[in-house]
Structure formats: structure tokens, C-alpha cells
């Protein structure tokens, strides 16, 4: 983790936050441009949000989808620069839209709670970073417990 | 194609056409619940949507999110007894959304224009039936055409 990283997973940490205290899935992310630079000076947070599933009613609105919504329309060359920052290790939707856009580089809070995409993320080149951090575990075990059916529904599990 | 699948491609399609004529890129989706049933009168349009990226400068309102969207939150079963119709082959997120609810089976008007993560929904198990419909590819060269940097925009392509 460089100083971009950072800045990157802290503000993925601070929409977790948020959504966990609205009531919501605990789950945040952030895309950051940074091109070729490592200076936090020359990074731009291009979009950041949390999972939108209960404050929303949405099925789609996972924290990374919902980060590249708020990001809007970019051109293929932008998301080349840039690292997505996600709390949790993203599923199989949020996986194939880091592919989609061609995103090199995730940075990922935990995949102890759970584990998604990572390995097709690495199979097509992506470099792929786990942070083990502890608030990111401590958001979505409390969650889990407190609301097991909303989480299944969140990750397409019967129960 | 049987009864059901002819009424979801033609939802997919009606969504498609309307996106045209809005000027947007031409591709439609409809998620339609009919169980073990093969009888149209059983079937339910959860959800039927167009891409949004021009209408709504959104980066990830694709056909199928948007009808995963319009679907609204769903339990875990419903998917697994739905068939998403799409005019065109599912790019890598919309596959990925496909393969986190367990959607059975995918239709996909036409590949002609473009192929998306069709092998990965074959590898995961899914079933996917190509239909080559005319009115799909017509709607989508045309696009391509007359709009080639959107186009490239919406598969995150350089050019
Ligand atoms: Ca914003
Ligand atoms: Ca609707
Ligand atoms: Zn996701
Ligand atoms: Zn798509």
C-alpha cells in the first residue's frame, strides 16, 4: 500500500461506514485515477460509493458498481490509470466490471467474509491486492449476524 | 425458442428500438420469472430496461443491469427460475451479474456484431441460445456506424 492506496481504501472505508450506519450493507468503494504517478498529489478520486441495496431498493448497486456510477461517462484510457478500492473482495458482477473496463489493479480490504472474483481478476491480468483490514472485517461480520437474510440476497444465496 | 422466450426477446427488442429512437445505444434486456413452465401465461416480466449510458450518462447501465435494476431486489430463487433476454451477447459485467444471481439461461438476440463473455456463462453451467434475429443486428450496426465512440465507450475499447 502506497500513499495512493491510502487514500484510496480509506475513502472506500468511510462509504462502509456510512451505509452501516444508515441501516445498509457495510460494503464501500473507490475508483482512483493515479496514472503512473505514486504521489497522492496527482490522484483523483474519480467516483465513490457504498452498497445501495437496502437504502435504494437495488439489486445491482454494489459498492463497486455504484463507484463507477458516481464516476459517470470516461473514456477507456482513464480507467487504464486507475486502482478500484473495494472493502470486500468483489463478486462475480463487480469482478466482470473491472474486466469490462479494462481496470489494471484492485485493491481490496478483506476476503475473510467472503471471497468473489479474485482469482478470475488474476487470471486476465489484473493485479490484485488484500489488505486484511480490520474495520473492513469488523463492518461485515457485525453486518452478517445482524441481517443474514439481506446479506444472501446480496450475494444471490438461497437460505 | 419456445412461447415464453418469443415474448422476452421480443420485450428485450421492444426496449431496444426505443433506445434508438431516443439516441441511445440500441440494446435491450428483459429478466422474465417462468419457473418449470413453457406456457407464455405463466411467465412475469420482472424487469425490462435499455442501455442508459447516453440517456443517463451512466457507466454501468447496460441492458441486463438495467433490467436486473428494474427488477428491483429479488430473493435468491426467483433468478433461478428466470431467463434474461438480451439483444446482444452479454459483456463481461452484465455475464458476471448473470453468474452472481444463478440466472439459468440466457437468450441473446444476436453475437454478430459483437461477442461477449458467452464461454464463461457456457463454463458456469448456464444456458445460452443465440437466436441471430435480424431486427438486433440492424439496430446495432447501424449504431456502430453512426456513433463509433460511444460504442467503443460502452465495451471500454481505445480508439
Ligand atoms: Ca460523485
Ligand atoms: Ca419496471
Ligand atoms: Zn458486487
Ligand atoms: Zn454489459
Known sequence: MDDIDKLGLSTAIAKARKSYQEGGIPIGAA???????????????????????IQKSSATLHGEIAALEDAGRLK???????TMYTTLSPCLMCTGAILL??????????NESWVGGEELLKSQGVEVIVVDNAECKTLMKKFIVEKPEEWNEDIGEIQ
Chains 1, 2 share one sequence.
Open 101 to 110: 473496463y479494462k481496470i489494471p489493479r484492485v485493491v481490496i480490504g478483506e
Open 31 to 53: 475508483l482512483v485515477y493515479h496514472g503512473s504517478s505514486t504521489d497522492p498529489k496527482d490522484a483523483v478520486v474519480l467516483g465513490c460509493a457504498h452498497n445501495s441495496r
Open 76 to 82: 477507456a484510457q482513464v480507467y487504464r490509470g486507475s
